[in-house]
């Protein structure tokens, strides 16, 4: 199994433009997460999903908008890219399956907005 | 709403030195607490995890915690440190089908 795989890894954006980051998990999770990790601050839950067709919003989901047609698919839409979304985000995953699972990681999208 | 503070937010200790990072969460009840690493650009792996049974907690590389309700703590230890335990430690308490998550210590071993 890969696991959980973030594409791309390194992103430079100008100000004002969009674009999707990639998270694709083969453990037939229910579960999928986005976080963005800030220096000092650990990880800020943006959204997640609790099966296939079904979103809700984090801590901080302002500027971001997702979608969970499949399974094995949670990618993550910057819009206007704006200067504060300068961040490294996560995905994650879990089982659904019993309570007491742990999150799966990926490796990580480093998003630099100018 | 639940919070987690990790008091420390750098920790430098020299090679066999023994470690306790600090967890708190903020409120009681049942409780799903975590530990998880970040080793230098990699992606955050667990550590160990508690969720109920015995407070003590073992994990992998040696890491142990104790979970201990009256004083909302679940501290990360272990008692002889290597070069390679260098990283960021993050404390997770789960809430709802979320983990609540601490700001990180980073650790730095000197050989």
């Known amino acids: 199994n890969a696991g959980v795989t973030q594409t791309p890894k390194f992103r430079i954006l100008k100000i004002g433009q969009s674009m999707t980051l990639q998270c694709t998990q083969d453990m037939n999770h229910n579960y999928m997460y986005w976080y963005r990790q800030d220096p000092g601050m650990g990880l800020k839950l943006i959204y997640y999903?609790?099966?296939?067709?079904?979103?809700d919003k984090g801590e901080v989901p302002n500027g971001y908008n997702v979608s969970r047609s499949t399974t094995e698919d949670f990618p993550l839409r910057l819009e206007l890219a704006a200067p504060s979304q300068t961040s490294v985000y996560f995905c994650a995953s879990r089982s659904g399956t019993s309570a007491n699972n742990e999150q799966f990681f990926g490796p990580g999208t480093r998003l630099t907005v100018l | 709403a639940q919070s987690v503070s990790q008091h420390n937010h750098h920790v430098i200790l020299s090679e066999a030195a023994s470690l306790e990072l600090g967890c708190n969460y903020s409120?009681?009840?049942?409780?799903?607490l975590f530990w998880y690493v970040q080793y230098p650009g990699q992606h955050l792996q667990l550590l160990l995890k508690?969720?109920?049974?015995d407070p003590l907690v073992k994990g992998i590389k040696g890491f142990e915690a104790e979970f201990i309700k009256s004083k909302f703590s679940f501290n990360l230890r272990k008692p002889s440190v290597q070069w390679s335990d260098t990283a960021e430690y993050f404390c997770?308490?789960?809430?709802?089908?979320?983990?609540?998550w601490g700001a990180g210590t980073k650790l730095i071993i000197k050989p």
């Open positions: 409120y009681g009840g049942t409780v799903n």
């Open positions: 999903s609790v099966g296939a067709g079904i979103t």
């Open positions: 997770a308490v789960k809430s709802n089908y979320q983990l609540i």
């Open positions: 508690y969720f109920s049974g």
